[in-house]
């Protein structure tokens, strides 16, 4: 990209936000903020025990990343968020009017598959259903990319460079 903006690398669990976030907040030169280390420790005991966040769970995490990609404005940075409806990035945006989103894609059963084969994290494979459920895929008017998960997570992180390459320069929105 040419200028440092906040990238928020979002979809649902198991597209690979926290593999695909650090390689790219390395190869564009900024730092990478986990969105699931936002999380207060009643959003995680929810999702652990298999219960979807609703709403009013949300927002205070929402908050907490708006702020981290506030304070990193015009220095860059990359953050990982599921950011799943319009609403949540509209929320974002609010926060950080800059962010730029790289939306993670993918076949559901593939998605599926990675998430059962991951180890220690507290989100459960039968979550998977209310994420896509949830999921409102970026609107032509939002700011970001779809990228697609298939492949090494070297070649997605290409994938999502090249795409934020092609990107026109939002400083002159």
């Given at each position: 990209m040419r200028t440092p903006h906040v990238v928020v690398v979002m979809g649902v669990a198991g597209t690979g936000k926290t593999t695909i976030g650090p390689l790219l907040a390395a190869r564009l030169g900024v730092p990478y903020a986990e969105g699931d280390d936002f999380h207060p420790p009643a959003n995680i005991a929810k999702m652990s025990a298999g219960h979807p966040l609703d709403d009013t769970d949300r927002w205070p995490w929402l908050d907490a990343i708006g702020s981290w990609a506030h304070g990193r404005e015009g220095l860059g940075g990359v953050v990982s968020s599921s950011a799943l409806k319009r609403s949540y990035r509209d929320r974002l945006r609010a926060a950080a009017p800059g962010v730029v989103f790289v939306h993670l894609t993918g076949d559901r059963?593939?998605?599926?598959d990675r998430m059962s084969h991951r180890q220690g994290h507290f989100m459960p494979t039968?979550?998977?259903?209310?994420q896509f459920a949830t999921l409102e895929p970026l609107a032509a008017d939002e700011p970001g990319v779809a990228v697609d998960v298939t492949g090494s997570p070297e070649e997605i992180t290409a994938r999502a460079a090249r795409a934020l390459d092609a990107l026109p320069d939002l400083t002159r929105q």
């Amino acid at each position: 990209m040419r200028t440092p903006h906040v990238v928020v690398v979002m979809g649902v669990a198991g597209t690979g936000k926290t593999t695909i976030g650090p390689l790219l907040a390395a190869r564009l030169g900024v730092p990478y903020a986990e969105g699931d280390d936002f999380h207060p420790p009643a959003n995680i005991a929810k999702m652990s025990a298999g219960h979807p966040l609703d709403d009013t769970d949300r927002w205070p995490w929402l908050d907490a990343i708006g702020s981290w990609a506030h304070g990193r404005e015009g220095l860059g940075g990359v953050v990982s968020s599921s950011a799943l409806k319009r609403s949540y990035r509209d929320r974002l945006r609010a926060a950080a009017p800059g962010v730029v989103f790289v939306h993670l894609t993918g076949d559901r059963k593939l998605i599926e598959d990675r998430m059962s084969h991951r180890q220690g994290h507290f989100m459960p494979t039968a979550l998977l259903d209310s994420q896509f459920a949830t999921l409102e895929p970026l609107a032509a008017d939002e700011p970001g990319v779809a990228v697609d998960v298939t492949g090494s997570p070297e070649e997605i992180t290409a994938r999502a460079a090249r795409a934020l390459d092609a990107l026109p320069d939002l400083t002159r929105q």
